[in-house]
C-alpha cells in the first residue's frame, strides 16, 4: 500500500474478525513501532503482545467502556516507555507507527489510551512491567470486522497560511 493511502485511509477498528494474526506480521508491526522518531534516539518503549485470551479480557474489563474491544481483538500491543523527558511524544510515534504498519498489512487496530490513566498502574500489574516503565498505550490488532468511514474535518477548516 502506498504510504499516503495509508494516511488517508487509516481508521480506529473496534470490531474484529476472530481469524489468528501470524507471528511473523504482528512482529513485522512492532518492528515499525520500534523504528519511530524518538528524541535524542533514547527509544524507551518495549513493546508486549499479548494473545492470552484471559488476559485480553482481563485488560478490556480493566479499561472500561474505551478498551471493551480489546477481549474481540486477536492481539493487543502494550506500549510501555521509560519516563524519559520525551516518552509522551516518542511512545505517541511509536504508537501511531503501530497503527500505520497494522493498515498497511491489511490488519485493523485501534488506539486505547493508557498514560496518565486511572487504570495504567492495574494493566502495568497484569503485564509483569517493571516499576521504571509506564504503560503509554494499548492498541488492538486484527483483521476488522467493520469499515468506519467517520467525517473528518476538511482541509480548509484546519488549514492556516502564515498565522492563524
Known amino acids: 500500500m502506498d504510504a499516503i493511502d495509508c494516511l488517508k485511509t487509516r481508521r480506529s477498528i473496534r470490531a474484529y474478525r476472530p481469524d489468528d494474526v501470524p507471528q511473523a506480521l504482528v512482529e513485522d508491526v512492532v518492528d515499525c513501532g520500534r523504528l519511530a522518531a524518538t528524541a535524542m534516539n533514547q527509544q524507551p518503549w518495549t ?17 472500561g467502556k474505551g478498551g471493551a474491544f480489546l477481549s474481540q ?11 524519559t523527558d520525551f516518552y509522551v511524544e516518542d511512545g505517541s510515534a511509536a504508537t501511531e507507527n503501530l497503527l500505520l504498519a497494522a493498515r498497511a498489512r491489511g490488519l485493523g487496530s485501534c488506539w486505547v489510551g493508557g498514560d496518565k490513566l486511572p487504570y495504567a498502574p492495574r494493566v502495568a500489574e497484569l503485564l509483569g512491567a517493571p516499576g521504571d516503565q509506564r504503560l503509554f498505550s ?11 468511514r467517520p467525517d473528518k474535518r476538511p482541509l480548509s477548516d484546519v488549514l492556516r497560511l502564515e498565522r492563524f
Open 138 to 148: 494499548l492498541v488492538a490488532l486484527g483483521y476488522p470486522a467493520e469499515e468506519p
Open 47 to 63: 513493546f508486549v503482545v499479548v494473545r492470552d485470551a484471559a488476559t485480553r479480557s482481563a485488560l478490556a474489563e480493566t479499561c
Open 73 to 83: 481483538a486477536p492481539v493487543c500491543i502494550a506500549v510501555f516507555c521509560r519516563p
